[in-house]
């Protein structure tokens, strides 16, 4: 069983930065990959980023390559996802999510976090 508690979301200003980190309980947690997802109001999730067990593969969506990064520290027992160059469009609730079979397809991921709020304002 893995449980995940998202942080770090807020207000930004559009070309600002936030990091959000997701903290999880589980000692499987360091053996599964792990995923952000969004979802803007009207609009249907969509995957961001997602990261191997031991960090060493990483996935990006096109809308924010080379502006995200997605990192994790397993002996914290925490995935990050440094967001720069953040834009309106950014604006959606975040979700971290674990352990998938398809890291792009958000039904194969077993766990969920209950999201934090990211807002740009332009």
């Known amino acids: 069983q893995v449980q995940l508690v998202e942080s770090g979301g807020g207000l930004v200003q559009a070309g600002g930065s936030l990091r959000l980190s997701c903290a999880a309980s589980?000692?499987?947690?360091?053996?599964?990959?792990v995923g952000w997802f969004r979802q803007a109001p009207g609009k249907e999730r969509e995957f961001v980023a997602a990261i191997s067990w031991t960090g060493g593969n990483t996935y990006y969506a096109d809308s924010v390559k080379g502006r995200f990064t997605i990192s994790r520290d397993n002996a914290k027992n925490t995935v990050y996802l440094q967001m720069n160059s953040l834009k309106p469009e950014d604006t959606a609730v975040y979700y971290c999510a674990a352990d998938p079979r398809d890291y792009s397809d958000g039904r194969t991921y077993g766990f969920w976090g209950q999201g934090t709020q990211v807002t740009v304002s332009s």
């Open positions: 589980g000692r499987t947690f360091r053996s599964v990959a």
